[in-house]
């Protein structure tokens, strides 16, 4: 009997435990008797066959069990929903509306409230304006664009009262001199300034002036005595080499303006109104949630999240597809998957490497990617994520934990209690031992706290078929950042039909629309990253990472045998990774090929697409007569027939909208109010391919809606698609 007919049979006795187990959860949960069979959903999810002495690769962010208790919108799946299953009942009896008008709604809420927000701001813009002609005015008037102040108006008036006349008279001298013809700074000349609060130069300075009190209304603390009054030598002009006073005071007009904009005062004011605002759109958005907030409206969301039965639908998904290669992000259960996708004939490890939660194990002592590199477990965790955060919030005793917390912090320094995410954002908290020893203490309050391992970060890990491919090494990418422990793997496998090797790469990159959120990307991209080799495999074949003997090797010595080395964040890890060999990188980037966001003229499509080009233009020499050819690429992705290397759309015969793998949307039940209604209908999911490997086709034809409004009416977690994510699957041959 042949391993692919073994494999099938594997597979189909699995199915059938599967579907048993869905079926009972189906009734259990009570969703319509026309789904509770896994058979009727397949009709929307039907992968094509695959291709003689290929391979399948499956890339899949799987919606971690701690975050999908977020009020996704779901459409209605009840056996007992009080209406047709295409509307939204409304409670006290009132009726009922369709599912896109409740959509609608939910968009208008957020519509109006930015409007008011936009409007709102260039009020303050056009105020701001009248007050800077003003403040130009008066710089104008008394000649002070001359020379460049190191210290605010206040601050200066505050030392030169503090000098005696003969050293006030001096220092008003040398100013004098410093400036050219200006006249000299007085204490009237300075007076006429409105006061405006400036921080001084040095860190210092500004905590000092911070602990003292005020020296009076609308005035600086004066600064520690003996604080030189700086002026420079040279005027605005010399100093940032501005050619003519016109662009000098359009220079000076717009850093005032961002000054005022986003320092002292002004930021809390910001701060201030964007917290009215949200304050509003939470307000109607609760009003709107009790007009909805019937029993049937958890019990349909619960019907549609619950895990179990989430990880019933993507293991048929799976067990359909029939993926060699499966990466996949957000797994908060990873123990779990271990034993389920094992029995399917899967491995995510060195052959007797049992996964252990990075919480529940870490020593304080032990540095997070050293800890990856003697797990032998191909995955890439979040420390300390928002997944554990909310698992831990919703399965453990909140006075448990916060004793606990207390007893190893000590009183929170501006909260009632701690809890986990106040927790995970204090830096000393690793430093006193952790989540490890946090669990400790909670056990000796109440013995009967949950284990650790009852919860766990969301990571991203790599399987593969062992009657395929065979594990020659794993490596890790440190992508630590400000306290943020986050990493990329990489795993060498060896095709055992062929002997080829490939390198397959996978991460989660982080979230957000905003620039600051594709500042993170761009930092995770190219920025400063320590890449290590697993000690599991220099123990496993007992030889060290970097000889060719066969003298067995421990893995603390091959920890320094095979120190870090630096490397320039993820796009030069995959450079260097294709140098080396045939390599593929499948992740969730959160960021799509169209990104934009004001003053971002980067994104991560288009650094991968525009990296793939040799630096040398072409191939052939001139002198020699021969034709010059462009170049190849190093890489190239699975969406490059949709999108060219700039992110824009091509042209195609098709008038459905580009492929997107995320169609979601939060839903009124959503504890986040700012993403209530904010529709996310984007391809964030990318697999890139080097050289060496054939990209042959898609094996699930790539999701794409006739327009955006038939796509909300499919908004996606639901029950074809248990994630907030599309699967994408394509099948790949190594040359």
Request: charge should be positive; charged fraction near 25%; include cysteine.
């Amino acid at each position: 009997m042949t391993t692919a007919i073994r494999a099938d049979e594997k597979w189909g006795q699995a199915l059938k435990k599967i579907s048993v187990e869905y079926e009972a959860l189906a009734i259990k949960l009570n969703i319509s008797k026309k789904w509770r069979k896994l058979d009727s959903l397949s009709d929307k999810f039907s992968p094509c066959t695959s291709t003689t002495g290929s391979f399948r690769l499956m890339q899949w962010n799987v919606l971690a069990r701690g975050l999908a208790n977020d009020g996704f919108f779901v459409n209605p799946v009840l056996e007992d929903w009080p209406t047709d299953l295409s509307r939204f009942p409304m409670t006290n009896d009132k009726g009922s509306e369709p599912i896109g008008t409740l959509i609608e709604k939910m968009q208008n809420i957020t519509t109006r409230v930015h409007r008011e927000e936009v409007e709102d701001l260039n009020k303050q813009l056009r105020a701001l304006n009248t007050t800077l002609e003003a403040d130009l005015s008066t710089i104008s008037k008394h000649q002070i664009k001359k020379f460049l102040p190191r210290h605010s108006i206040p601050e200066s008036t505050a030392i030169l009262a503090q000098l005696s006349g003969a050293e006030r008279s001096l220092r008003l001298k040398e100013s004098s001199a410093a400036c050219g013809d200006s006249p000299a700074l007085d204490m009237s000349t300075a007076l006429i300034f409105e006061k405006k609060k400036l921080p001084p130069h040095s860190k210092h300075h500004r905590r000092q002036r911070q602990k003292a009190s005020p020296s009076g209304a609308g005035s600086a603390s004066p600064p520690p005595p003996g604080l030189a009054l700086l002026y420079a030598q040279k005027s605005v002009c010399e100093e940032f080499h501005v050619p003519t006073v016109k662009l000098e005071e359009d220079l000076l007009r717009h850093t005032l303006r961002i000054q005022k904009m986003y320092r002292g005062n002004r930021a809390r004011h910001d701060t201030k109104r964007l917290k009215k605002f949200m304050a509003e759109k939470i307000s109607l958005l609760k009003s709107l949630q009790k007009v909805f907030a019937t029993p049937h409206l958890s019990k349909n969301t619960k019907a549609v999240i619950d895990w179990d039965a989430r990880w019933c639908r993507i293991r048929y998904q799976i067990i359909k597809t029939k993926p060699d290669i499966l990466t996949m992000a957000e797994v908060d259960s990873l123990a779990q998957m271990q034993i389920d996708l094992g029995a399917l004939g899967y491995e995510c490890g060195f052959p007797g490497m049992v996964y252990r939660p990075m919480h529940a194990c870490k020593d304080a002592s032990m540095s997070y990617l050293d800890f990856l590199r003697q797990s032998g477990i191909a995955y890439a965790p979040n420390f300390m994520s928002n997944a554990l955060a909310i698992g831990m919030g919703e399965m453990l005793d909140g006075k448990t934990f916060a004793t606990a917390a207390e007893k190893m912090m000590g009183g929170h320094p501006f909260e009632k209690a701690w809890n986990a995410r106040t927790l995970f954002k204090d830096r000393s908290f690793p430093l006193n031992g952790g989540t490890r020893r946090l669990w400790q203490e909670m056990k000796k309050i109440d013995p009967k706290t949950l284990d650790a391992d009852t919860v766990d970060d969301d990571c991203s890990v790599v399987f593969w078929r062992r009657d395929k491919f065979s594990l020659s090494q794993i490596d890790y990418l440190d992508m630590s950042a400000k306290g943020k422990h986050k990493s990329a793997v990489r795993v060498k496998l060896i095709e055992r039909s062929t002997g080829k090797s490939v390198q397959v790469m996978t991460t989660h990159l982080a979230s957000g629309t905003a620039p600051k959120d594709n500042k993170k990307r761009m930092n995770e991209i190219h920025g400063k990253a320590a890449e290590a080799p697993s000690v599991v495999a220099c123990e496993k074949v007992g030889v060290a990472a970097t000889t060719t003997t066969s003298k067995a090797v421990s893995p603390a010595a091959a920890m320094k045998t095979a120190a870090p080395r630096t490397v320039k964040g993820l796009l030069g890890w995959y450079e260097d990774s294709c140098k080396a060999g045939r390599c593929i990188l499948a992740m969730d980037a959160n960021s799509k090929p169209q990104f934009f966001a004001p003053g971002c003229h980067k994104s991560v499509w288009k650094e991968f697409a525009l990296a793939s080009h040799n630096k040398s233009p072409t191939l052939g020499s001139k002198a020699s007569g021969s034709t010059a050819v462009p170049a190849l690429r190093r890489w190239e992705s699975v969406w490059d027939s949709y999108f060219d290397e700039h992110g824009r759309p091509k042209a195609t015969s098709s008038s459905s909208d580009p492929p997107v793998t995320v169609n979601k949307m939060r839903g009124t039940e959503s504890q986040q109010p700012k993403k209530i209604g904010m529709h996310a209908y984007e391809l964030i999911d990318h697999v890139f391919f080097s050289r060496g490997i054939v990209f042959l086709k898609h094996a699930v034809v790539p999701k794409q809606y006739a327009s955006l409004k038939i796509a909300k009416e499919h908004l996606i977690p639901d029950l074809v698609f248990p994630t907030d994510h599309i699967p994408v699957v394509v099948d790949m041959k190594l040359s």
